[in-house]
């Protein structure tokens, strides 16, 4: 059984420098991107990213790629980056791989009932009116649930049956290891982060969800209550003026073309804006402007210090690379670079999988629940576990 992880982030297993299963690949409906002689980067915080691209992009040809995973408290835990050589392919049409027979053990952290106490206690930390910049308006709380199957998780299987929703980013990178297993984190995150090329970037921050249903019409009624709902604005605006205020040193020209704007996966409602930006220096590395930007509100909270704090007091375990980033840098120093969200953590035949919700005053702790619930559904389908599984608290 995977163990849950700590909370103290000073002691850090150590990185093999190869691993049996590809280090990186990722799919989207413009590109399928793979991974072949991966080497480990040296391993380090945001403090010193700067200084080790710097150093590895002097040795870097077109045909390499800088890949791997940001994580969540980048602050202060290492990173996974890795130097690979990339093939690119256009998308392709596939079949998604069939159910494979199997039987689930589901742990959850914290029970609902508890996730929802801790929505409670974050509604009184907030403050609708704040005086001063230091007052908490936002804090995203995760829950997760460790799912033990009688079987070695196929991660080939899995990546192609998340694969089958088109709004969505499929992603597989390689994480350090804590045991003698190799560990990977496997998703399919619909949030682009941020992107480069050339001097052109872009961000498309989404907060404020729904969940869908089948009934076209009640789908329909679903996205419309979104789009109007004032609690799930005040979120989603919170996410975009912070971004664009971090952006706007970087650029020379920042702007919004369509506004907010309803964006949904095969399972979710969402509310999106779009950012795009030109730089005024078309040489600086993605990895560093999504450094810059991470963690958003939209994962972490705003102001960043008291949302991190509160996260660590009401979670009750470490997200790790839950809520980080993951993407890649090309030599030229553009790429592209994901939130790290509907994801699940995969060693040997166990899966953690992960799920956060924003909580702004005017939030329902249930609601919250049920948000966060929606939001595994893939993984889980993906995963085969049944969705009325039983599932026993703690870890």
Avoid at 257 to 272: A, E, F
Wanted: proline fraction near 7%; charge should be negative.
């Amino acid at each position: 059984m995977m163990q849950a992880q700590m909370k103290n982030m000073d002691v850090q297993p150590e990185r093999d420098m190869t691993v049996g299963e590809p280090v990186f690949a990722f799919r989207s409906r413009r590109k399928v991107l793979e991974t072949s002689n991966a080497v480990a980067m040296p391993e380090g915080t945001s403090q010193t990213l700067a200084q080790r691209l710097a150093v590895v992009m002097q040795d870097i040809d077109e045909k390499k790629a800088i890949v791997g995973a940001l994580p969540f408290h980048y602050d202060h835990q290492p990173d996974s980056l890795w130097i690979a050589d990339t093939i690119i392919h256009d998308p392709r049409q596939f079949q998604p791989d069939a159910f494979s027979p199997s039987s689930w053990k589901v742990r959850q952290a914290p029970r609902a009932e508890d996730y929802a106490n801790a929505v409670s206690a974050a509604l009184q930390c907030l403050t609708k009116d704040p005086v001063d910049k230091d007052e908490l308006t936002k804090i995203v709380l995760a829950r997760c649930i460790e799912a033990e199957c009688d079987q070695p998780i196929d991660l080939k299987s899995l990546f192609n049956r998340l694969s089958v929703d088109p709004a969505v980013n499929v992603f597989q990178v390689a994480l350090p290891k804590q045991t003698t297993s190799a560990r990977y984190m496997i998703g399919a995150t619909p949030e682009l982060l941020i992107s480069k090329d050339g001097r052109k970037i872009a961000s498309h921050p989404l907060a404020g969800s729904a969940r869908r249903v089948s009934d076209l019409a009640e789908d329909a009624a679903a996205a419309s209550r979104l789009s109007r709902s004032e609690k799930d604005r005040h979120e989603h605006a919170i996410v975009v003026e912070y971004i664009l205020d971090i952006l706007a040193p970087y650029c020379k020209m920042l702007k919004r073309p369509d506004g907010m704007t309803l964006t949904s996966t095969k399972s979710m409602w969402h509310l999106g804006t779009r950012i795009e930006g030109e730089l005024r220096d078309p040489d600086i590395p993605v990895p560093i402007l999504a450094a810059a930007v991470h963690p958003t509100p939209a994962v972490c909270g705003l102001p960043k210090i008291q949302a991190e704090e509160t996260i660590e007091k009401l979670e009750p375990f470490n997200r790790d690379f839950f809520t980080g980033a993951v993407g890649w840098c090309e030599a030229n120093g553009d790429g592209e670079w994901y939130v790290t969200l509907r994801c699940a953590e995969v060693m040997d035949n166990t899966a953690r999988l992960y799920a956060g919700a924003g909580i702004v005053p005017g939030s329902d702790p249930w609601s919250e629940v049920a948000e966060t619930g929606a939001k595994m559904g893939a993984m889980m389908s993906a995963l085969n576990i049944p969705a009325n599984i039983t599932m026993t608290g703690g870890m």
